[in-house]
């Protein structure tokens, strides 16, 4: 996989998760220790996640951050 489809996959699985906790964005924004508005930009892949923002929201999901990544 390329690097553009590995960042569009990843966003789409934190934002799926994201949707299917039923998780606020600004929330979740907040436990990434990142603005709601770098947010938006990560899911809708114009900028890729970082390591520690992954752990920050899977960590408030509760979701393993290995979840996001398999295969990606």
Do not use: K, Y
């Amino acid at each position: 996989m390329d690097r553009n489809t590995t960042t569009a996959t990843l966003a789409r699985r934190v934002s799926l998760a994201i949707s299917e906790a039923g998780a606020d964005v600004l929330i979740v924004a907040s436990a990434a220790d990142i603005t709601p508005a770098e947010l938006e930009d990560r899911l809708s892949g114009r900028v890729e996640f970082q390591l520690s923002e992954l752990c920050g929201v899977g960590g408030f999901l509760r979701i393993p951050v290995s979840r996001f990544m398999e295969a990606a």
